[in-house]
């Protein structure tokens, strides 16, 4: 039998390595973003200031600005810094929402779920998670609308056919806001080349610091503050800047790429979670990093606890702010009934290397096999 005490629990933390498959929730800070938050750390001036200390600490503010702008194909002066990817989805919708009528892909984050009024349509998806375009020109109407729609999925890393949605919204004369959130630091993300005319971002899931993220628009298109405080952001959003965190997140901006061993690493788990009875959901289209395995008949909570025994951080649906796991609307939506409870997310992180999905694999049969061998 094992051990699922409490006890057993913390105890585990003093003896077993720690593997952390969990960056989705949020990445390891690299290097680079931390030499850049100590570098910003010593700088004493207010970017709003006038004085030689101020135009210090606005010269590094529009510097990050470039370079956070560029990575994602905008103007420095169509990115407004926010705090995080919640408030950067929560300002689009404040901004574009009135007026309009709202529809949501059924498996966006909450912090667009949340933000969207509560008439907002649903625009449904299937099975792996890919959202059913053939429903939204009837749900986006004839009227002014705007369409939410994440570009990565964060429990499963399903990549949504964003530019085709955009080519539907554009016929209509609806806007478009993508969450790109989890999708920023592991794929190309180009604010044109996905026809957008907002995007939400955030530096903690590409290798920055949590405590900025940003909105970016297309040219042109107004902004209305969600927080007014000092006229900060061209009046788009108040207060004064994080210097630290916004640097640390260009400095991620500059250097995050698609990181190209990740998809073999989670190509190599999922061949041996298969193995081990798992079913991988999320389809083919999907970020590299990411990988969404259910074992019938296991509560996903039941899974992480174990294989946090093991030294193995992942996650059981969304990550939760409160520390519990609620059942997932994501995989509910998806229609896979008890799937839905028995899922957990593994998300490589930049660093991942081959030992973590090793060490990985070995908990995960273990597990499995004495799961199947309890049941039997
Ligand atoms: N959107 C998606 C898809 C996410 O996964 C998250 C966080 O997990 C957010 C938005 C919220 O971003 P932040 O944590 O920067 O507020």
Not at 36 to 52: D, M
Not at 153 to 159: A, F, L, V, W
Not at 201 to 228: E, N
Not at 270 to 290: K, P, Q
């Amino acid at each position: 039998m094992i051990l699922e005490t409490s006890y057993a629990y913390h105890f585990s933390r003093f003896f077993v390595s720690m593997t952390y498959l969990d960056a989705n929730a949020t990445e390891p800070l690299h290097p680079v973003s931390r030499d850049a938050i100590l570098a910003a750390l010593t700088l004493t001036g207010n970017p709003s200031s006038v004085h030689a200390a101020g135009r210090a600490a606005r010269r590094l503010l529009e510097d990050s600005r470039e370079a956070v702008a560029r990575r994602f194909g905008v103007r420095p002066e169509d990115l407004v810094f926010t705090s995080g990817g919640t408030e950067a989805n929560a300002l689009a919708i404040h901004a574009l929402a009135p007026g309009r009528r709202v529809v949501v892909g059924a498996t966006e984050h909450d912090a667009v779920r949340g933000a969207a009024p509560p008439h907002a349509a649903m625009l449904p998806v299937n099975r792996d998670g890919l959202a059913l375009l053939d429903a939204l020109p009837a749900l986006l109407g004839h009227g002014p609308a705007l369409l939410c729609l994440m570009l990565a999925n964060n429990e499963t890393g399903t990549i949504q056919p964003v530019a085709e949605a955009a080519a539907i919204c554009r016929a209509a004369g609806a806007l478009l806001h993508v969450d790109a959130v989890q999708a920023g630091g592991r794929m190309a993300v180009d604010i044109a080349d996905l026809g957008a005319d907002s995007m939400a971002v955030s530096s903690h899931k590409m290798g920055g610091p949590a405590g900025a993220g940003a909105l970016l628009v297309r040219p042109g298109l107004p902004i209305t503050a969600l927080i007014a405080g000092g006229g900060q952001e061209r009046g788009r959003r108040g207060g004064t800047h994080p210097l630290p965190a916004i640097a640390g997140f260009a400095a991620a901006a500059r250097i995050a790429a698609a990181p190209a061993g990740l998809a073999v690493l989670r190509d190599m788990i999922e061949a041996a979670a298969t193995r081990s009875g798992a079913i991988v959901l999320g389809g083919a289209r999907r970020l590299a990093n990411t990988t969404c395995l259910a074992l019938p008949g296991v509560r996903a909570e039941r899974q992480v606890i174990i294989l946090d025994m093991a030294g193995i951080q992942v996650s059981a649906g969304a990550a939760c702010s409160s520390g519990k796991v609620a059942r997932s609307h994501v995989l509910a939506a998806m229609g896979l009934g008890a799937l839905a409870g028995e899922a957990i997310r593994v998300s490589l992180p930049w660093n991942a290397a081959a030992a973590d999905a090793y060490a990985f694999i070995a908990a995960y049969s273990a597990m499995a096999g004495r799961l199947t061998r309890d049941a039997a």
